[in-house]
C-alpha cells in the first residue's frame, strides 16, 4: 500500500485538483475525478480502474471505507489535512472519501447491439440536466448516448453527482460532427430501418398518437436552443409531450424520461 499523506498543496495535490476542475486534464489523461458514497460504489461495480482514494482521517472511516481501503490495497491512498480535503470536495458535508479513476472512452462501433435505441443530445449545457438524463437512459435501457456540438464535460464531477453513478454503465460517445452522425443514421436505416424522432414543444406529432419501439434515435435539443435545424431535417418525425397547465415546455431531463420510458415499454432490448 502506497501512502501519501498531504498536508500542503504540493505536486499531488494539484493533479487532484486539475481533475476535478479541468476537463482538458481530464480528456488527456482519461482520469476522472469521482465525489459521493453512491457514486463511488457504482464506479467500484462497475469495475473501473481506482488510481487514487483520498481520505480525511482514517481513524474516522465507516466499516465501508475501511472494507474499500483493505480491497483496494495496491492503490495509492492519500490521507489529506482537513483544509485540504474540504477545498477538493463539493458538498458542504463531504462524503469520508474522495477517489479518481481511468476510464476508456466509448466509441461508436462499442454498441454492438443490432436493435439500438439512441439518445442524441444536441450541444448539453446543463450538468444537472445531462446527469439526469444519463441515470434515466440507464433505467431505460438506453444503448449509447451521442454528444453533439460544444457542450458540457460528460464526466465533469456535478454530472457525475447527478447520475448518481450510473455514468459508469452508460455509453457516452461524443460526435465529432453532423456528418458522422448522419453516416450511422445511414448505416443504422440500411440495416434495420432505424426511425429518428426528435422531441419538441412544437412537434406535429403527439406522443399519444405513437407507438415508439427499436431500433430508434431520439435527438434532444439544447436546453436553451432547442434542436438545431440540421438535426431536425434528419428526424422522420418531431415529437411533443401532450400537457396541460400553464407552462408549454418541460425540462429536457424530464421530456426525455417520459418518451424514453415509452420506448422501452416498446420492448426488443436485451436484458442486463
Not at 487532484?16 to 486534464?25: E, F, T
Not at 480535503?85 to 458535508?93: G, H, P, S, T
Not at 455509453?171 to 419538441?200: C, F, H, R, V
Amino acid at each position: 500500500m502506497t501512502r501519501l499523506p498531504i498536508t500542503t498543496e504540493n505536486a499531488e495535490y494539484q493533479i487532484i485538483k486539475s481533475l476535478k476542475l479541468n476537463r482538458v486534464k481530464r480528456n488527456k489523461s482519461h482520469e476522472i475525478f469521482i465525489e459521493g458514497t453512491e457514486c463511488i460504489k457504482q464506479a467500484i461495480k462497475a469495475n473501473i480502474e481506482i488510481t487514487r482514494i483520498i481520505i480525511n482521517n482514517e481513524n474516522n472511516l465507516s466499516n465501508w471505507g475501511r472494507s474499500i481501503i483493505k480491497q483496494f490495497e495496491n492503490t495509492k491512498i492519500i490521507e489529506m489535512s482537513n483544509h485540504l480535503y474540504n477545498e477538493l470536495a463539493e458538498k458542504a458535508n463531504p462524503s469520508e472519501m474522495l477517489i479518481t479513476a481511468k476510464i476508456k472512452p466509448d466509441k461508436i462501433k462499442d454498441i454492438i447491439t443490432g436493435n439500438p435505441f439512441i439518445v442524441v443530445f444536441d450541444r448539453p449545457s446543463d450538468y444537472g440536466n445531462f446527469g439526469s438524463l444519463v441515470r434515466s437512459a440507464n433505467a431505460f435501457a438506453v444503448d449509447g448516448i451521442f454528444m453533439m456540438g460544444h457542450g458540457i464535460d460528460a464526466y465533469e464531477p456535478k454530472v457525475i453527482r447527478a447520475s448518481l453513478g450510473s455514468i459508469f454503465f452508460t455509453k457516452i460517445i461524443a460526435i465529432e460532427s453532423i456528418e458522422k452522425l448522419m453516416e450511422y443514421i445511414k448505416t443504422q436505416k440500411t440495416k434495420n430501418n432505424m426511425e429518428i424522432i426528435g422531441t419538441d414543444s412544437t412537434g406535429t406529432v403527439s406522443l399519444e398518437s405513437c407507438k415508439l419501439k427499436r431500433p430508434i434515435m431520439m435527438i434532444m435539443g439544447n436546453e436553451a436552443k432547442g434542436m438545431s435545424i440540421k438535426l431536425r431535417e434528419l428526424c422522420d418525425k418531431i415529437i411533443k409531450i401532450p400537457m396541460e397547465g400553464n407552462i408549454n415546455s418541460l425540462n429536457v431531463s424530464c421530456a426525455a424520461s417520459i418518451v424514453m420510458w415509452e420506448i422501452y415499454k416498446g420492448g426488443g432490448y436485451e436484458k442486463r
